[in-house]
């Protein structure tokens, strides 16, 4: 099984002090959706992107918040976050053409007070405060995190023709999860010399560049909201915690 660090030591450095901001995501277009927004289809009763942004809300490693989202969600997401006291939202943000051109957007708002940040999917809602706690840990030590979980099921990998071409040894493998902690120059020292479109997730954008990436123990229950059934699991999940 992968090696991952569950440390919960909490010693900051002296930007932890007063903790890390996190650029929440949220500017998909929620194509498997069916119609439905997932950032601002209710858990319980509560939307989605609100669940998310309350994990941070509460965090004592977290000190500001900023959300990149579509244009025209920019006016609906404060007016939420004003609704549900959301007080460590600074900044709500268009988004750009990729996934790491919005966190850049996100990014270049901490650039000139902060040396690292966190980074969030706004559709992953049930991240715990133990989970953003190891990451936030991890990252006083270190340029490059993401929480992760070991696979459960076998691996194929395929050809275009959909044989099998391998079966890659999943003791060996994780699936990482966000929030992920980067350095931000490196993220932006990245961002000049790379495709930002090439890359699915941030670790991999200061991999790039040859900054190493740790991870630490993620959370089978911090699942991303992608089809309408998701929602109906992360409501299951909510259940069990009341």
Do not use: W
């Amino acid at each position: 099984m992968p090696k991952l660090d569950f440390s919960l030591s909490f010693q900051k450095n002296e930007e932890a002090v007063g903790g890390f901001p996190v650029i929440v995501v949220a500017a998909g277009s929620a194509s498997r959706m069916k119609g439905v927004d997932k950032m601002f289809a209710p858990l319980l009763g509560v939307p989605t992107v609100i669940r998310t942004l309350k994990a941070f809300e509460d965090n004592r490693n977290i000190a500001s918040i900023a959300v990149v989202t579509r244009e025209e969600k920019i006016a609906e997401i404060r007016a939420l976050a004003e609704k549900y006291a959301i007080s460590k939202l600074d900044y709500v943000v268009a988004g750009g053409s990729c996934r790491e051109d919005s966190v850049k957007n996100g990014l270049i708002l901490y650039k000139d007070k902060y040396s690292k940040a966190l980074v969030h999917d706004g559709a992953r809602p049930l991240v715990s405060g133990e989970v953003i706690d190891r990451v936030a840990e991890a990252l006083n030590r270190c340029d490059n995190v993401t929480c992760a979980v070991p696979l459960k099921d076998t691996v194929k990998e395929i050809d275009e023709d959909g044989l099998v071409i391998s079966t890659p040894d999943r003791a060996k493998l994780v699936s990482v999860q966000t929030p992920q902690g980067i350095s931000i120059d490196a993220f932006f020292r990245s961002s000049e010399e790379n495709d930002l479109s090439s890359f699915t997730d941030d670790t991999s954008v200061l991999s790039a560049v040859g900054v190493p990436t740790q991870t630490v123990a993620g959370d089978y229950m911090n699942i991303k909201i992608t089809t309408p059934e998701d929602l109906a699991v992360a409501e299951m999940y909510l259940g069990k915690e009341l």
